[in-house]
Structure formats: structure tokens, C-alpha cells
């Protein structure tokens, strides 16, 4: 099981993602932040968004806690396996 939390959590972070709130909200850049980035600017990291319109540097990752995002190969091929049960869930 911590394979599969270091495996999202490493997704995040390799994404340019953080945790705000003392670890409660996990966010990835916004398009607006990650057009900084390209330019090599620094992005603000004192808030997030919940919505893209909101205008900030990063925005709640909703797709964070999805298993089939985690990216971690024994987590894909039970999926696979047991896609019918995974789907009624």
C-alpha cells in the first residue's frame, strides 16, 4: 500500500505539483503557472485555486486521488484484471 501513496505522491511533485495546508490540498500549476514556468518565472506559492477562471499559479489536483491515475505498474494490472469490479465501485 505506501508503494501506491509514493508512487501518487511522486506524480505530483515530478508534475510541478505541491501540498498546501499543512498537507491537506494536493495541487498541480494552473495553465496560467505553467506559462510561467516556460518562461522562467517563479510561480506564487502562498495560493491555489480551486477553479482554472480563478486566475492563480496552481489549481486543486481533482484527479489526485483516482486510482487509475497512480503510476504504479502492480496497481495498473490488478485494475486490469478486475476492471468489471473497479468500475461498480
Known amino acids: 500500500m505506501i508503494e501506491f501513496v509514493e508512487a501518487r505522491d511522486k506524480r505530483l511533485i515530478d508534475s510541478g505539483g505541491r501540498w498546501f495546508g499543512n498537507y491537506q490540498t494536493p ?9 510561467k514556468l516556460w518562461g522562467g518565472r517563479s510561480l506564487d506559492t502562498t495560493t491555489y485555486g480551486r477553479k482554472a477562471d480563478e486566475g492563480r499559479d496552481f489549481n486543486e489536483d481533482t484527479d489526485f486521488g483516482k486510482l487509475k491515475r497512480i503510476p504504479h505498474l502492480g ?3 490488478f485494475l486490469k484484471r478486475h476492471a468489471d469490479a473497479v468500475r461498480s465501485l
Open 75 to 77: 496497481l495498473a494490472a
Open 27 to 35: 495541487c498541480i500549476p494552473s495553465k496560467i503557472g505553467k506559462r
